[in-house]
């Protein structure tokens, strides 16, 4: 995510706080700030804000000013007028432009307490707006780069997608252009997939998964959904309610989330972007095949047969039961 940086010169002790603390925001939440911009006053920003929207590495544009009690005539009608072209200029463009201007009732006193509030709030308010118009849009998903990856299964192309502040990636073996092809959609498992865990089957499907897709050629989407997509250190958690003794099905539900929060419309997404319609996808989850058909996915399956563990018995069963896993 690239964003922009107006800020009004005018009570410049104030704005430049601003500034600086909308610097500090975009840091803490990874978004890029392409250009930084200082105008005058408030009437030169329509023309800069048009100039950084023009650009393709800009996705928003965040203006920032004050406007001090007593210190400008006409200072409402000024900041009305403004406001309705920076409004113009976003919907021309299809990108969020954002006022962190602090209004003509503040004193110095009020402006200097609210910079850092309104300089955030502008900036959070872009990056909201940024992830709605492109949840909308249907392409939040940003293919990034890839790169050759030889592994012990093949010889893979590896494809890296960004997603907000998650990382997705695929890994392509051979030709993608056959009729139907083979496809794993893998959820991250950090303790399975490389821990080795056995208190559930990823370590096993996943190994068997890029065995065949490394031999016959196919795709290994690596979703990054930790723990059924409420992240690892809730995972975590819920592996210590089961050893206190909680049922499997239960534990999600304890802390506050769904048995499963997974959502695969990146995969789609992924799939789409590689130009694959039509996919025999891995998997024993009728779930999973459902979602993918409602994104526009042609699916057909392939059970993925892992022998269960003494320690994964009970998780196989729960997924059986709970989820109507075909095993
Ligand atoms: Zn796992």
Redesign the pocket.
């Known amino acids: 995510m690239n964003i922009g940086i107006v800020t009004g010169e005018f009570n410049p002790e104030i704005t430049s706080v601003m500034e600086k603390h909308a610097i500090a925001k975009a840091e803490e939440l990874g978004v890029n700030v392409v250009k930084s911009l200082k105008v005058p006053g408030s009437f030169d920003m329509p023309i800069v804000v048009k100039k950084l929207l023009m650009r393709n590495d800009v996705d928003a544009v965040i203006t920032l000013g004050a406007i001090i009690k007593g210190d400008t005539k006409h200072d409402e009608t000024i900041g009305f007028a403004v406001a309705n072209k920076l409004a113009d200029l976003s919907t021309e463009f299809n990108k969020p432009v954002t006022l962190g201007i602090i209004g003509p009732g503040a004193t110095w006193e009020q402006a200097e307490g609210r910079a850092k509030d309104y300089a955030e709030r502008a900036l959070v308010a872009a990056v909201k707006l940024l992830e709605e118009i492109n949840v909308f849009k249907g392409d939040r998903m940003k293919f990034v780069s890839s790169a050759k990856l030889p592994t012990e299964y093949g010889n893979f192309k590896i494809f890296g997608f960004k997603d907000g502040k998650k990382e997705h990636v695929a890994l392509v073996n051979g030709n993608t252009e056959s009729e139907r092809v083979l496809v794993r959609v893998h959820s991250k ?1 950090l ?2 997939d490389t821990f080795s ?1 056995m208190r ?1 089957d ?1 370590n096993a499907q996943l190994r068997e998964s890029l065995k065949l897709i490394g031999s016959d050629g196919g795709i290994l989407i690596y979703l990054d959904q930790e723990g059924r997509g409420i992240g690892l250190l809730n995972k975590l958690k819920a592996y210590e309610l089961q050893d206190g003794g909680m049922a499997i099905a239960e534990t999600n539900e304890y802390l506050g989330f769904d048995y499963d929060e997974r959502d695969y419309s990146i995969a789609a997404e992924i799939l789409k972007f590689l130009g694959v319609a039509k996919i025999m996808l891995l998997t024993n989850n009728p779930d999973k095949i459902e979602l993918l058909k409602n994104l526009g996915i042609d699916v057909e399956r392939l059970p993925l047969v892992i022998e269960p563990n003494e320690y994964n018995s009970k998780y196989l069963e729960t997924k059986k039961l709970k989820a109507g896993h075909l095993l």
């Open positions: 498992c303790t399975g865990s559930c990823c």
